[in-house]
């Protein structure tokens, strides 16, 4: 008897609580409009997004030179706290998380190396620190910090930029010095990404990252330009010998001459350690000083400005199609 009991109770579970159970994540709400039409609202809660495909990366660690295979969006958190200072306003530091995601897929689908999507060295991908060293480098309430970059990451899921339904390069620096350049200015080419042009940006000389300067003596100047030209000869009394010939189209150093070479603004920002290739010099006893705006190489999002144009009131989706002209923001599974 009591048997039938069991199956009687395992019965009403399995055709009424169960299903009630299973349909909770997926919550229906109602509203009632004006006219009294009742509209039946889905709620589907952001942890639901399942990528069809690039739910996982291949991510390889330089230093040990080993590859991990990571969640994708575990792997941006890590990004976007190397890569973005917290304290950043929440809408920049999503826009950083759109653009990030949006560049690990671009790197998937054109692979820089052999058995990884992305490594975790900036000058080649995209910075990486794990969870337990940035939260060893911050101050104040680290796991407060931790969760913000995670609510960033979690409220974009999915979301990527794209430019004729496809990723884009969605190139990113740190500060532009107030307008951003011509991949072609930087490294030449570029006219297949016409949604990397140039465009202003106000509110970045707020930021430290805006103003620097370097000073060499004329006998240092020359053993760097050495390095390279090693026939190099300037006549430092000669105001003709030193000078910037040619500009870009954002106002950076497009040529300089040094003596018998003329090199490129970016050949000079390597050669002498410069933040960018927007700069001035001036001559003065013996040495040169080079005057610089911006940090970086100033393609596509400014990260202070995308935090400047937050302050003012602009959202993630506004800060993004800023910076990269005729964008769109799509799902990642509707491609
Ligand atoms: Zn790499």
Known sequence: MRKVFIYFFAFLFICFFLPALLTKSNMQTSSETDDGIVEIKEEH?????????????????????????????????????????????????????????????????????????????????????????????????????WSKIEECVNETKGKIITYNNQPINAFF?????????????????????????????????????????????????????KAKYTDIQIDFNNDDDIKILEYTSSGRVKTIKFGNHEISGTEARNIFGLRATNFDISKNEGKIKFTVKGYGHGVGMSQTGADSMAKSGSTAEDIIQHFYVGVEIKEVNSL
């Open 173 to 225: 620096h740190s500060n532009s010095g107030g307008k951003t350049e011509l991949p072609v200015d930087v490294w030449g080419g570029g006219s297949n990404m016409p949604y990397l042009q140039v465009v202003e940006t106000s509110g970045e000389d707020a930021y430290s990252q805006y103003n620097s300067e370097v000073e060499l003596t004329n006998e240092e100047l020359l053993e760097k330009l």
């Open 45 to 145: 809660s952001e942890s639901e997004y399942i990528y069809n495909q690039y739910g996982t990366i291949k991510l390889l660690h330089t230093d040990t030179n080993t590859v991990e295979e990571v969640a994708l969006d575990n792997y941006l958190c890590n990004v976007v706290s190397a890569e973005m200072p917290v304290d950043f306003e929440k809408e920049a530091l999503k826009a950083q998380a759109i653009v990030a995601r949006t560049y690990t897929i671009y790197k998937v689908n054109n692979k820089k190396h052999e058995n990884a999507d992305v490594c975790d060295d900036s000058t080649c991908c995209q910075a990486w620190i794990s969870k337990e060293d940035r939260l060893a480098r911050w101050d104040g309430d680290k796991e407060a910090k």
